[in-house]
């Protein structure tokens, strides 16, 4: 379904292109042509028509990113000349290009690039090397050495390409920095304050400090909870509700307002690495509220970021193409630390 007598599509067919210029440019041509589809009476109702069309695009997008990737520098020639690819189609806006990696008896899926077209578009690992193996005492990949360097860079092309995973979960063949997951905060402390009701209005405020507000509730005398009839509100000093609409029947009651509190510092992840990284003899150093650092050896720093309005740890490295397998190789304490909180681990999760 490709015109191949359009001039500017021949130009892009055979112009030589990075990974990133060849999604970008290969994107604009397919949703030049499906609008212009959906705004012809012949072709506007013809989902096969559409679906062919983004399969021919799909197509010509995994083409020019495996010409990227086979003359791509930093990825080995031999390695390079094993990757092939299949495409599947879901419909006319979603489509799906899986990577794999030809042996003498056997082909390995790699990854999957999801909706290569869309703002979401992301890689899905298959069988990519993850934290669990890399860590475990007897590590056994089912790559070797060499295939590992190579995907290593073969990861690192379809990154320039803004395509990248998800989840820290699904492999270590992943920038460190922007690395984020999910954790938790286990001692929640509970913070209340008492006024009386006068003029159908009150303000009740709690201190705060780098704190955040998990739940909260506004108890009349009678253990009847008012939250719903004002509005919250909280800063770096402290956390309000306030109303003016209360009823008659609460003039002169008490209402107390009772908050559950967490903070950064009460995740079990940050105690686990100031222990794992205390055994190694490296300081972690706090900064700014929410903002921790480890000053490794190679005088680079990993930051860590906590968030814990959305239960989050975010990590900062200054090299942004350096990823967890190789940081690991270098620091085998930070696999180890994440090995212990990640995955599937209760007690962080």
Excluded at 81 to 104: F, K, M, P, Q
Excluded at 201 to 206: D, H, P
Aim: aromatic share 6%; net charge negative.
């Amino acid at each position: 379904m490709l015109n191949l007598e359009d001039q500017s599509l021949q130009k892009l067919i055979t112009a030589p292109m990075s990974a990133k210029e060849a999604r970008q440019a290969v994107t604009k041509a397919y949703k030049a042509r499906i609008n212009a589809m959906r705004n012809d009476a012949l072709w506007q109702a013809n989902l096969p028509a559409m679906a062919a069309t983004i399969r021919s695009y799909t197509t010509l997008l995994a083409d020019k990113l495996l010409a990227a990737l086979r003359g791509d520098k930093h990825l080995d020639k031999d390695f390079a000349a094993r990757l092939w690819y299949e495409v599947s189609v879901g419909d006319a806006d979603r489509s799906t290009i899986t990577l794999y990696l030809a042996g003498t008896s056997s082909n390995q899926e790699l990854l999957t690039i999801d909706g290569p077209f869309t703002k979401e578009a992301k890689l899905v690992a298959k069988n990519l090397p993850t934290l669990l193996q890399v860590t475990a005492e007897d590590p056994t990949l089912d790559y070797t050495d060499a295939e590992v360097t190579a995907l290593i860079a073969l990861i690192k092309c379809l990154y320039t390409a803004d395509l990248a995973f998800t989840s820290i979960d699904e492999t270590v063949l992943q920038p460190v920095d922007g690395l984020h997951f999910k954790t938790r905060y286990t001692t929640v402390r509970t913070l209340n304050v008492t006024k009386t009701v006068a003029d159908g209005s009150a303000t009740l405020t709690v201190p705060l400090t780098n704190a955040a507000v998990a739940t909260y509730q506004v108890l009349d005398d009678h253990k009847r909870d008012w939250a719903d009839a004002g509005t919250d509100s909280q800063d770096a000093q402290g956390f309000s509700w306030t109303t003016s609409t209360l009823p008659e029947e609460l003039e002169g009651q008490n209402l107390k307002l009772v908050a559950q509190v967490r903070t950064g510092e009460n995740s079990p992840a940050l105690d686990e690495l100031f222990v794992i990284a205390s055994a190694n003899a490296i300081l972690m150093r706090q900064g700014q509220p929410g903002d921790y650092s480890l000053d490794l050896p190679n005088h680079a720093q990993l930051a860590i970021k906590v968030d814990p309005d959305s239960d989050a740890l975010t990590l900062r490295y200054p090299e942004p193409t350096r990823q967890l397998i190789e940081l690991n190789h270098t620091y085998p304490f930070i696999g180890e630390w994440l090995k212990a909180i990640l995955p599937m681990r209760r007690a962080f999760n």
